[in-house]
């Protein structure tokens, strides 16, 4: 997800900042040679730019001139380092962090109402979100396709998996009108059925050879044009 933050109000009222401050510091209150919220906001703004790892972050804060490091509050002529932004990032509640940051992005991006465009479900594991004690924390999403912006995000617990999870993340949003595009593991009755009937929403599914029986009965109604080199994409609308 790539993003321009130049353009997010990241100081005052309702900004990156600001937001970042409901999230608790799990830090010691001795030692800490630069601020929580400052630690946060440039992480959150390295990602939105394409940084992918502890490193890239720290590599994206290092060029930050000194009139950007003043906007991030950052106290010392040194941005944050690698493992400053890795220890801090690995003791924060980090299903509690990704959903309020894309809470706020949706916030910012204006889709507080109904959501129309393409919405696109994708599974992913927390980076840094295990340990000794705890397993990898697996996240499941829901973003818009062209904006790039996720608009909702819930974890998937170790008792349960992604398909009913799919319905909590969809059920609080208004996509009446819009296209849910989901993997093969959604391709579920039941899930189909929720999104055109009680989301008002039409949907993109994939079908693959673990469903052999749905993918032929596809496959002689819709002929060879719904082929693709690793199954057949079926879309349907509530009309």
Known sequence: MLFNYKKLPIEGRGGLMDMLRTIRDPRSRFGSQH?????????VCAMLSG???????ADWAEKLTANERKK?????EEPPSESTFRKTLQKIDSIEFDEKVAAWLLKQSGFTEQIKGDIA????????????DKKAVHLLSAFLHEEKIVIAQKAVGEKTNEIPELKNILEPLNIKGGNVTVDAMHTQVDTATFIVREKEANFTMIVKDNQPTLKKQLADSLGDQAFSPSGIFSSFGNG
């Open 35 to 43: 601020s929580f919220v400052s630690i946060l906001a440039i992480a």
């Open 51 to 57: 940084a992918k790892s502890y490193q890239a972050i």
């Open 72 to 76: 991030f509050f950052v106290r010392k």
């Open 121 to 132: 479900i994708d599974g992913k594991t927390a980076r840094g979100s295990y340990g000794a």
